[in-house]
């Protein structure tokens, strides 16, 4: 049996960038297997496209350039933002994460963004993903399709 669209399949996985460092895995999610439906856009696209055609149980590494993980960094997605808009308490420092919400008509969802820069009267925010412009590999197996 292999992998076809429409599958849901899950994967045992470990993800780490060209040095060497792991950026996630299965054991950092208490060692559960990661599930999705192939052909649903539940991962990015090179995991996903991975997994097509592969039996139970195979082993296999990628390599996933940004376009087909987290796609690249866009230098549009950086704005600098007025400090007195950040709540006087905080204590903004390069390379936090905070966590912006949006709202959309009834709908709102959470967004992490970096500070990138800062100086008294601005504070420069990323909206790219924390893996835009990344090449990312996994060693994956499949152990269950459906």
């Not at 903004?92 to 500070?115: A, N, W």
């Not at 504070?123 to 790219?128: E, G, Q, R, T, V």
């Amino acid at each position: 049996m292999k992998v076809k669209i429409g599958d849901t399949v899950k994967v045992e996985y470990e993800g780490f960038f060209d040095n060497g460092e792991v950026f996630d895995s299965t054991t950092a999610h208490d060692g559960e297997p990661l599930e999705f439906k192939v052909g649903e856009h539940q991962v990015v696209p090179g995991f996903e496209n991975a997994v097509i055609g592969k039996e139970l149980n195979q082993q296999f590494q990628i390599r996933l350039k940004p376009e087909d993980a987290y796609g690249p960094h866009d230098p549009n997605s950086v704005h600098k933002i007025p400090r007195e808009e950040f709540p006087a308490d905080l204590k903004p420092e390069v390379g936090m994460m905070l966590v912006i919400e949006q709202t959309h008509g009834d709908h709102s969802h959470q967004i992490p963004v970096v500070i990138k820069e800062l100086n008294e009267d601005e504070i420069s925010l990323d909206f790219n993903h924390p893996m835009a412009g990344k090449t990312l590999n996994f060693k994956m197996k499949v152990v269950q399709i459906n």
